[in-house]
């Protein structure tokens, strides 16, 4: 009987994934429990694994589409029962690529058709019955990648004429329909609203963007005459744009900086690594620091909730690594229970399996707060984005001589800057200045991390 292999759910926050690659190819047996694709999420990329044994029937997306969870992405038969009962009941639940879609794994020209993937439509209000293919229920047909498509590109599908089977809209329409330049009246309207006086002038040349805009964000197009090359971006480089425009637009943020003196830790650092085997790093000894530090102001170890304040309990830190494939924030937990050697430790194991890009869904998600330190590329200081649902993220640059007045001296001491961003639902000035105080005497007094 042939089954249908689903999108699974990798994250409690996942609502769509990417398939990378193809592990089996149709007509293969599988075994339960065996990797047969490599899935791109938010995150990370995972191996999805057969839900059993059996037969691969064939491929109901291509390398490189993106798929609601729960939707299928193959078919499976498990040799228990009668194959064209099974595929008669859910006729209407599956349809067959169309003929000119190119196979998984083949090379295609430009803008290929699409699969067409089972998946809850959306309905189209007010739609003439000849401006899109629907069925008797007056719901749109497209399919998932289509979709998405068109919501990055800003195209309307109740516009479009599909050329899918069941005149199913399919990716090839989207695009055909994103590179039309029918859109550019409605953009030299745009200037008309604010500027009416230039109103005139504006119409008079429209000039269509070459560049289809990032839906939500505020897109200047290149020059009619700019010569540019178009880098697709990954998910998780897409991910991480959606993000932080949603951090800068929801979260109300403000920045408190704080010299901090590192004479002790230089003369201390030495000694310390010769008792770990010469593993020690200013981030273990940073990450120490913070997590005392938030025990005493636990609304920076928060998440606001609306009318509540969600404290935790337990302080996990994320740390920002720079990957290929982007910046990523791997976590260390507990480090206001573990000793500096098992930070350290840890911390090592969990950047090196996100560097080498094996890092999983626990490695890179439930952190409370974030250290970004870009010390070692001589920054002095610099700003960090908030990462929701977490309220404040510290952003650490370079320890650097400085000649410094003490006593009626002039002296030369090692000075870093630390600046935290915070969420000002969560917390306030006062607490984030009390709270870089209390770092300041733990690193300006480092064996206090060690007791």
């Not at 699969?115 to 899109?132: D, H, L, W, Y």
């Not at 497209?142 to 516009?159: D, F, I, S």
């Amino acid at each position: 009987m042939a089954k249908k292999l689903e999108m699974p759910k990798m994250g409690y926050d996942m609502v769509e994934g990417t398939l990378a690659k193809w592990l089996k190819q149709p007509g293969d047996e599988v075994s339960r429990g065996e990797p047969i694709a490599e899935v791109e999420t938010d995150k990370v990329t995972i191996e999805i694994e057969a839900f059993e044994a059996g037969k691969i029937i064939k491929f109901l997306v291509n390398e490189g589409d993106t798929v609601p969870v729960g939707a299928p992405i193959a078919e499976i038969d498990d040799g228990s029962g009668d194959e064209e009962a099974e595929e008669s009941a859910e006729a209407n639940a599956s349809v067959t690529p169309s003929s000119d879609a190119p196979a998984v794994g083949e090379g295609a020209e430009a803008a290929p058709t699409a699969p067409a993937v089972a998946a809850q439509p959306e309905k189209v209000e007010a739609a003439p019955a000849e401006s899109a293919p629907a069925e008797s229920t007056g719901r749109l047909v497209a399919t998932p990648v289509a979709r998405g498509l068109a919501e990055q590109r800003g195209v309307n599908l109740a516009g479009l004429k599909g050329s899918g089977p069941d005149g199913r809209i399919v990716k090839a329409d989207v695009l055909a329909a994103a590179s039309e330049p029918k859109a550019a009246p409605a953009a030299a309207a745009a200037p008309a609203v604010s500027e009416p006086k230039a109103a005139p002038a504006a119409a008079a040349a429209p000039v269509a963007s070459p560049v289809p805009a990032p839906v939500g964000l505020v897109f200047a197009p290149p020059a009619p005459n700019a010569v540019y090359s178009e880098e697709p971006l990954s998910r998780l480089r897409q991910t991480a744009a959606k993000r932080m425009v949603e951090s800068q637009q929801q979260v109300p943020p403000f920045f408190v900086t704080s010299t901090i003196e590192m004479d002790a830790i230089q003369e201390l650092l030495p000694k310390l690594r010769e008792a770990h085997g010469g593993k020690l790093s200013v981030t273990e000894l940073l990450l120490k620091a913070c997590a005392i530090a938030l025990k005493k102001f636990p609304s920076l170890n928060a998440t606001f909730a609306g009318d509540k304040l969600l404290v935790h309990k337990d302080v996990h830190i994320s740390v920002a690594v720079a990957t290929d494939a982007g910046l990523l924030a791997p976590v260390v937990r507990n480090c206001d229970s573990l000793s500096l050697g098992a930070i350290s430790s840890q911390m090592r194991d969990v950047i090196g399996r996100t560097r080498e890009g094996k890092a999983g869904l626990d490695d890179l998600q439930g952190g409370t707060f974030t250290v970004s330190n870009l010390g070692m590329f001589d920054v002095t200081n610099f700003i960090a984005i908030i990462t929701p649902p977490q309220s404040a993220i510290l952003a650490v640059g370079s320890t650097i001589a400085t000649p410094v007045v003490r006593d009626g001296e002039i002296v030369i001491r090692h000075l870093m800057n630390l600046t935290v961003s915070a969420d000002h639902r969560a917390t306030d000035g006062a607490t984030v200045a009390q709270f870089l105080v209390e770092l300041k005497n733990l690193l300006q007094n480092p064996f206090k991390l060690l007791l």
